[in-house]
């Protein structure tokens, strides 16, 4: 599947959406596989990287209180999939 295609055996939520700069990406897989979670700003600047390896399911945590309020792109990257979601960070 491309970006912004989900497979339906995968879930990927991020939370609470709009947030104060605490952020839970949330991941369920449909098997054990490494992965990547990275956060953008709105002028596709990557900021954070995060990488697990074989992972399965499980809620990862970001701390963004040091950016600006603004838009963010948080985006999960598979074996064989790349999904992108919105946020927006408030303060």
Known sequence: TGVGEINTDMRFDVYPNPNNGNLNVDVALPGIQD????????LGQRLLT?????????TLQFNLSTYAPG?????LTGKDHSVARKIILQK
């Open 50 to 58: 995060k990488s697990e390896s074989r992972f399965y399911s499980g």
């Open 71 to 75: 838009l963010y792109f948080v985006k």
């Open 35 to 42: 992965i990547a979670i990275e956060i953008y700003n709105e």
